[in-house]
């Protein structure tokens, strides 16, 4: 039920963060200068953190498990993705949704921004959809005969580029999607590839700390600037 900040020099925990009631299931630091985090998870909460102070600035009530989370580069918008397959933006100063889109039948694991107003999020139905932020139709479903999402919080993410988009399935599989047409562009062989995220549109850690949430036994991280990639291959446009 908490979310802790590793400083990755000192290997040491920086910060921990507590007030979930819940499982925390989904980080995202806040663009800029790095000084806010939020977290959502199985309270049904999201929630906004001062990461000097490690309090709670504000609570977000979505009324529904938050499995993902993303935030644009100005930091103002957030967007969730909820178990009952919602897609949720929010409105920082109102502290309620100003649109929610009901993407998938079952659970919406992950959602990320992408660029040209998009984003992209995946789910337990093994599809992935591109969505256009501002009519909110669905640009593009993303499949593969074999992809399989089995984790609540299964990751995708877009390339730096935003020219594909990634993902790994249940099967060990490392699935490569054209962005532009939706077509399956590579599959690559891994073990294990259950989960792949990244954050502005890129893969790799590229800063000093990382963050992780806890459950009771599982956890998840989430780097402080451009996300954590998973294995079996990686995407360089």
């Given amino acids: 039920h908490t979310c802790k900040l590793w400083s ?9 963060f507590v007030g979930h009631s819940g499982n925390v299931y989904a980080v995202k630091v806040v663009a800029g200068d790095g000084r806010a985090i939020l977290t959502g998870g199985a309270d049904r909460t999201i929630r906004l953190w001062d990461v000097g102070r490690a309090n709670c600035k504000q609570i977000l009530r979505s009324g529904s498990t938050c499995n993902g989370l993303d935030i644009g580069m100005d930091g103002h918008v957030p967007v969730s993705a909820h178990q009952d397959g919602g897609l949720r933006m929010w409105d920082l100063r ?3 949704p100003s649109m ?12 990320q921004y992408g660029q040209n107003f998009t984003m992209l999020a995946n789910s ?13 139709e669905t640009l593009h479903v993303l499949r593969q005969e074999d992809y399989r999402t089995f984790l ?3 990751r995708a993410c877009f390339s730096p580029s935003n ?9 060990g599989q490392f699935v490569i999607w054209d962005a532009l047409t939706g077509d399956v562009k590579a ?12 954050s502005g549109g890129g893969m790799g850690m590229r800063n000093n700390s990382s963050f992780s949430s ?14 954590v990639a998973g294995s079996g291959g990686g995407i360089t446009n």
């Fill in 124 to 136: 337990r139905d093994n599809v992935l959809k591109i969505v256009d932020t501002r009519t909110f």
């Fill in 214 to 227: 806890h459950d009771g036994g599982r956890s998840s991280t989430s780097s402080s600037a451009n996300g």
């Fill in 8 to 16: 990755l020099a000192s290997e040491r925990v920086h910060r921990t």
């Fill in 187 to 198: 599959t690559l062989s891994a073990n294990a590839v259950p989960s792949l995220s990244g």
């Fill in 163 to 171: 020219a594909y988009v990634a993902a790994g399935s249940a099967n």
């Fill in 94 to 96: 109102a502290g309620n």
């Fill in 152 to 154: 609540n919080w299964s």
């Fill in 100 to 111: 929610i889109v009901r993407a998938f039948e079952t659970q919406a694991t992950s959602v």
